[in-house]
């Protein structure tokens, strides 16, 4: 018996100094090599892991929103097409423009770089009304116009009055051939593309990381746990969640324009309530308490399908997959995957680590969750 | 000897119901005033007219700001204010919550009403975030502010708070939330303070507690108390003057003596059939 207690303590002291010497250094270094590695990696898995970053952002803009001011918005795929739509229309009608303007060789960048911009203030001049209207509304009413909303984007897009977005169709985006000089290469290709979506997100993370923990932040938490409480103490609250909305689509809008570069197109589906319920299913997944909760969740989201799509005759059901650890989740694991995770290693090595990678959750006895299936680290 | 908050026959009708009917009444700043009366007597409407949670049907609500950049509609406050002839107040009437609390007037909930998800420390630190004006800062470092966190420290320790400030409030006992509250409502130095039922739900040491730490923050704060209690011992206890509400109207104001041995008092508490 003794010898049982022995070797569980050898195990418990050997994982506790592994946990210690996981410091946020080592694991920026870590990551970093990670990152690079992943671009000499065969072209498909690059292709997924960028898809992965780019819901990864979605999701993480999403729950700025959700779960860091708690108003659950159902219509964020609005911006996340708007990003796309911005980038797409400039890449189409303005390529040339800039090729008479800074030449042939440079112009894919700068439409690049422009369309991004472009993205980024469309989505932006969108979510001001949109979200100014919203705020007014509060709980499933709130998600509900915004539902309505990302809706409306879509009918548009497809009824496509002005002539823009070449109705269900969407727009062809082509990032073209950069060649300066003795360089040229190939925005589109996937491992240019890949360093690029790399860069952008880890940009936006650190970004949005930051809002989360200024005052600003500070606040957004607090209108999130009590609405009333917060005007009492003298806080606009309906101000506040309207910077919040803008904050956070615009975030949104970025993710936007990298998935148009990555999926070559700009399409309608992107402000379907469909694309809108990706981000909540992958926050609600990964644990909206937390910061890497959504970034997570789009993990496990992207790579269980994908796991699923090597199964053809499991493929044609694999939204019933979702369903199902949906519900698992919803019934068994409120906290998510981090919070399971954490759970997870708090058990095994006892109280003694330091809180990881996140902000705070709730630690209300989850005790009975299960930690099977949430032994995939967050060292993406 | 100033008035702090004075309201003109203040009334609020919910359909057929008159929840507060006419009351006019002027709080002074010399002491601490207890509102009571018995349940359905139309105290926390009163509160939240006070608070810009509800509008009032008519009357009008004023009130002592010591910071003069806020409050609820700037005609309102210009105009009236100073054909009130006393300079010093502002009218709150239609400014909304936030509003009011920027104006100076903080309150305390009957039922806890804090920030139960965040450590008591972030609580705390949100309050004086507003309270600085730097809500809307998204660049710098919340904790990156030393002038704020000593402020927090400061009122922590007022409070008695220090020793649980990294808890996170929803694992605290009830007593602890209640001077979570208290200290959240501090938090951004009012003029006047409304507490609705400070020692609603309490055990008799928690009672003892805070009956002690209002005394203090009396005696140490520049903010008027304005108390709702359903205990009499500890309205006894804490007021220099008591008002009581019956059916939304003023059914007696003067010091406690006087107000408690007044035969319409407890009449209106007992019913007239009880001894």
Known sequence: ?380 | MTTVLKTEDLRKQFGELTAVDGVSIEVDDSEITSIIGPNGAGKTTFYNLLTGVLQPTAGSIWLRSGDAAVVGDGDAAGGDGRAGGDGGLRDITDAEPHEVAQAGLSRSYQITNIFEGLTVRENVRVARISHEKTRLDFRSRATGDEALEADIEELLELTGLTDIADTKCDTLSHGEKRTVEIALALAIEPNVFLMDEPTAGMNPTEVTEIVSLIRELDADLDATFVVTEHNMDVVTDISDRIVVLAEGAILADGTPEDVLTDDRVTEAYLGSDSV
Not at chain 1, 101 to 124: E, K, Q, Y
Not at chain 1, 147 to 165: E, K, N, R, V, W
Not at chain 1, 289 to 312: C, E, N
Request: contains cysteine; charged residues 15%; aromatic residues 12%.
């Open chain 1, 1 to 380: 018996m003794s010898a049982t207690t022995d070797t569980g303590d050898r195990v418990r002291e050997f994982g506790a100094a592994v946990a210690d010497g996981w410091t946020r250094e080592r694991f920026g270094l870590l990551g970093a090599i990670g990152l690079i590695l992943m671009a000499f990696g065969p072209s498909f898995q690059i292709y997924l892991f960028t898809d992965f970053l780019v819901v990864a952002l979605f999701a993480l803009g999403f729950n700025l929103l959700y779960g860091y001011t708690g108003l659950l918005s159902f219509g964020h795929g609005l911006f996340y097409a708007g990003g796309a739509y911005g980038i797409a229309v400039v890449l189409r009608d303005l390529t040339p423009v800039f090729a008479d303007v800074v030449g042939a060789g440079v112009a894919p960048l700068v439409a690049f770089v422009v369309g991004g911009v472009v993205g980024l203030t469309l989505v932006v001049a969108v979510a001001v009304p949109v979200g100014w209207l919203s705020v007014r509304l509060e709980e499933i009413y709130f998600a509900l116009i915004t539902l309505a909303f990302g809706m409306l984007g879509y009918s548009l897009i497809i009824q496509d009055p002005a002539g823009l977005t070449n109705g269900t169709d969407g727009i062809i985006v082509l990032l073209g051939s950069v060649d300066l000089g003795g360089l040229s290469f190939r925005i589109g290709a996937r491992r240019t593309y890949y360093v690029l979506t790399v860069a952008v997100v880890l940009a936006a993370t650190y970004g949005t990381w930051r809002v989360v923990n200024s005052p600003f932040g500070t606040v957004c938490k607090a209108i999130r746990e009590s609405p009333d409480r917060a005007a009492a103490l003298g806080i606009d609250v309906r101000h506040h969640r309207w910077m919040t909305f803008i904050i956070s689509a615009a975030i949104v809008g970025i993710a936007g324009v990298l998935r148009a570069g990555l999926a070559s197109v700009a399409s309608p589906g992107l402000t379907h309530w469909s694309t809108s319920a990706i981000a909540v299913i992958a926050t609600v997944i990964g644990g909206a308490t937390y910061f890497s909760g959504p970034i997570v969740g789009a993990f496990i989201f992207l790579y269980i399908r994908w796991a699923i799509s090597r199964f053809p005759t499991l493929e044609a059901y694999w939204e019933l997959f979702f369903g199902a650890l949906l519900i698992g989740v919803v019934l068994y694991f409120k906290q998510g995957a981090v919070g399971g995770l954490l759970l997870a290693r708090d058990r095994l090595l006892g109280d003694g680590a330091d809180d990881a990678g996140g902000t705070e959750a709730d630690s209300t006895d989850d005790s009975r969750s299960d930690d099977a299936r949430t032994d995939r680290g967050d060292d993406s």
